[in-house]
């Protein structure tokens, strides 16, 4: 697909444009409305694709929580196997839409791997995540920074605490979720491993305040959030802090989202997706089977 209409496609999504103005600018790329129509499955995200872990899997159990945050009740999905034990937990953040079916699939696919796992919707600060992807991303700009960490900070001694729980916490974003997890690491010491999916950076003179073992990926063409990888490796050296940062040859910005159409590639977000999942072993130690 033409580079241009997925960087207007990365534009729309992530605020400042209207549906309109995308779909004007987008028939402009394309040739015609007909032409610009036929593309939009092939960007947009398809929810009624199946999940790859099913929301019914006989090995799991699901639940809508919810827990207190310094800025009121925070609303999540949590899913963990049906085999009673305690299991390192993991921390779902959401890109710039809200909780939605693909976020809870990828907090089943961490319970599928024996870890609890905690889907989190910041929207509740704000209302709570909307049944539209559009009205979700309207929803998003109202949304303060530093509520949604305050409400992240306080989600980590949730899941610290929770019953099922070994103690050790990691955390996983994507986009504005990846952004989230830099800004978590540096404002919960209590937060063990942190892995950020094409996330912007925090400020240097807040990387001193990491503990959390950091895993970054980054897509190769994503010019806005890749400007601050440099910096960020620097502090993050100069500091000694535990970090590994992997960029993926060809890939978009939301490559591993596999509902995302075009910009999706498998290849790339079955390596990343596996180096997630050893990282979590390593850092928060292996979880019993969900078999």
Same mark, same amino acid.
């Not at 905690?118 to 303060?144: C, F, I, M, Q």
């Given at each position: 697909m033409d ?16 549906r ?17 129509s ?17 929301? *019914?899997? !006989?090995?799991l159990?699901?639940? $809508? ?7 009121? @009740? %925070? +609303?999540?999905? =949590? ?22 079916p ?7 696919r961490l ?17 709570g995540t ?16 530093d509520?949604?960490?305050?409400a ?7 899941l ?19 952004l ?11 937060? *063990?491993? !942190?892995?950020?999916?094409?996330? $912007?950076?925090?400020?240097?003179a807040?990387?001193p @305040? %990491? +503990?959390?073992? =950091? ?8 010019d ?13 050296k100069?500091?000694?802090?535990i ?31 596996g ?17």
């Amino acid at each position: 697909m033409d580079q241009r209409i997925i960087d207007l496609y990365d534009e729309f999504t992530h605020g400042g444009m209207s549906r309109r103005t995308f779909l004007d600018r987008l028939k402009t790329l394309a040739g015609s409305m007909a032409a610009a129509s036929a593309l939009l499955p092939l960007l947009e995200n398809d929810y009624a694709k199946a999940a790859m872990v099913a929301a *019914d899997d !006989a090995r799991l159990v699901s639940e $809508r929580a919810s827990y207190d945050s310094p800025k009121g @009740n %925070i +609303n999540g999905y =949590l899913v963990r196997p049906k085999s009673k034990g305690k299991r390192p937990a993991v921390l779902v953040i959401h890109e710039n839409r809200g909780l939605n079916p693909h976020l809870e699939d990828v907090a089943r696919r961490l319970a599928a791997e024996g870890f609890l796992a905690y889907a989190v919707d910041l929207l509740s600060l704000v209302g709570g995540t909307p049944p539209s992807e559009d009205a979700a991303r309207a929803l998003h700009p109202k949304l303060n920074q530093d509520d949604a960490v305050a409400a992240l900070v306080a989600a980590v001694s949730f899941l610290k605490s929770h019953p099922e729980s070994t103690g050790k916490v990691g955390a996983v974003g994507f986009c504005f979720g990846g952004l989230m997890i830099n800004r978590l690491a540096a404002s919960s010491p209590q937060l *063990d491993a !942190a892995v950020a999916y094409y996330g $912007r950076q925090v400020p240097a003179a807040q990387v001193p @305040n %990491i +503990n959390a073992a =950091l895993l970054l990926h980054y897509a190769e063409r994503d010019d806005g959030v890749n400007a601050g990888i440099a910096a960020y490796d620097a502090a993050l050296k100069a500091n000694n802090k535990i970090f590994t940062i992997y960029s993926y040859p060809g890939t978009q910005h939301a490559f591993n989202n596999d509902l995302g159409g075009a910009r999706y590639n498998k290849a790339a977000a079955d390596l990343a997706w596996g180096r997630t999942l050893a990282f979590f072993k390593q850092h928060l130690g292996n979880p019993p089977s969900a078999a």
